[in-house]
Structures are given as C-alpha cells and as structure tokens.
Nanobody
Framework: EMQLVESGGGWVEVGGSLRLSCSAS????????IAWFRQAPGKEREGVAN???????TYTDSVKGRFSIAKDSAKTTLYLQMNNLKPEDSGMYYC??????????????????RGQGTQVTVSS
C-alpha cells in the first residue's frame, strides 16, 4: 500500500522560507500526479500546487512566483519550496497522490492517497 509522509513544516517569520518534503513508500511517483493542499482553521481546503506524471506544474494564483514544486530524480520524494511566506500561507499542508498519466485532478476527493499533514505557521 502506498504511503505518503510529509515533513519540513514549522514556524517562520513573514518573508521567510520553508521546504516541505513528501516521501513516498512502496511506489514510484513517476506515474502519479502529486499535489499539495492546505487548510487553515475556519477556511476551506485549497490546492496549492501540483505536478503531473510528465513534470508539468500548476500553482494557485496566490503562491505563483513564491512556491516551487518538484520531484527528486529517484521519483520517491516530492518537495514544495516556499519563499517569501505570508501569514495567509499558514495552515496544515497535505501531500496527496492520484494515479494517472499527464493529468492532475482538481479536487481533494480525487486523490486516493493522502499524507497526515505538516503544520506551517507564518508569524507577523
């Protein structure tokens, strides 16, 4: 059974950076769309970034130019580099996966494999 484990969250000041990691076990991420979602208290869960099996990346507008998603060459770890962090970036960040070639589904419910999440707090 495929498992995803996130790490790298923490507390950072406004303008700071964090790099989240998502390690996959029992699977090669090459054949999956992998995405990061986040949810802040009292707010709806939202997709932050994704990368499809072909390496095409997509970002939500609020993080474009600040966040970068990438897979390592072994296709077992996904990263989310977050720069110039803002208080509104705070929340629980989840790594999720959906099997499929060159396609990323738009909704949380479409991702059958999900990690437990890692907390990001940006303090002003």
């Amino acid at each position: 059974e495929m498992q995803l484990v996130e790490s790298g969250g923490g507390w950072v000041e406004v303008g700071g950076s964090l790099r989240l990691s998502c390690s996959a076990s029992r699977v090669n991420l090459r054949y999956y769309c992998i995405a990061w979602f986040r949810q802040a208290p009292g707010k709806e869960r939202e997709g932050v970034a994704n990368i499809d099996s072909g390496g095409v990346t997509t970002y939500t507008d609020s993080v474009k130019g600040r966040f970068s998603i990438a897979k390592d060459s072994a296709k077992t770890t996904l990263y989310l580099q977050m720069n110039n962090l803002k208080p509104e970036d705070s929340g629980m960040y989840y790594c999720v996966a959906a099997y499929g070639a060159n396609y990323c589904p738009p909704y949380w419910a479409d991702f059958g494999v999900r990690g437990q999440g890692t907390q990001v707090t940006v303090s002003s």
